[in-house]
Nanobody, 118 residues
Framework: QVQLAESGGGLVQPGGSLRLSCAASGSILSINRMGWYRQAPGKQRELVADITSGGTTNVADSVKGRFTISRDNAKNTIYLQMNSVKPEDTAVYYC????????????WGKGTLVTVSS
C-alpha cells in the first residue's frame, strides 16, 4: 500500500503563487509515475501534470507555462509550483501515483483545496 499526503493548499489571489507538496510513504517500491489531478465543482477530475521516475513531465495545456511539476526522489515527494494563478484554477487538487509490480495500481491522496479569489 502507498499513502499519499498532500499539503500546501489554501486561498491565493489571482496572479499569485502557491506550491503544493505530495509525500509518498508505505510500500513505495516501483512507483513509476506521480502527478496532480484537479476537480472543480461540477466538473470531472482532470490531469494537471505528472512526472515519471526518470523525470519526464507532462503538463496540461491549460496550465502550461504557469505550473511546474518536480520531484525529490530522496524525499519521495513531488511538488506543483503554481504561478500566475487564475480563478479557474480553483479546485481540489489530488495527488496520484502509479505503482507497477507486475500490474499497475493507482493510489490517490485525499486532496487539498486551492481557492483563487480576491
Amino acid at each position: 500500500q502507498v499513502q499519499l499526503a498532500e499539503s500546501g493548499g489554501g486561498l491565493v489571489q489571482p496572479g499569485g503563487s502557491l506550491r503544493l507538496s505530495c509525500a509518498a510513504s508505505g510500500s513505495i517500491l516501483s512507483i513509476n509515475r506521480m502527478g496532480w489531478y484537479r476537480q472543480a465543482p461540477g466538473k470531472q477530475r482532470e490531469l494537471v501534470a505528472d512526472i515519471t521516475s526518470g523525470g519526464t513531465t507532462n503538463v496540461a495545456d491549460s496550465v502550461k507555462g504557469r505550473f511546474t511539476i518536480s520531484r525529490d526522489n530522496a524525499k519521495n515527494t513531488i511538488y506543483l509550483q503554481m504561478n500566475s494563478v487564475k480563478p479557474e484554477d480553483t479546485a481540489v487538487y489530488y495527488c496520484h501515483a502509479v505503482q507497477v509490480l507486475g500490474t499497475a495500481t493507482s493510489y490517490w491522496g485525499k486532496g487539498t483545496l486551492v481557492t483563487v479569489s480576491s
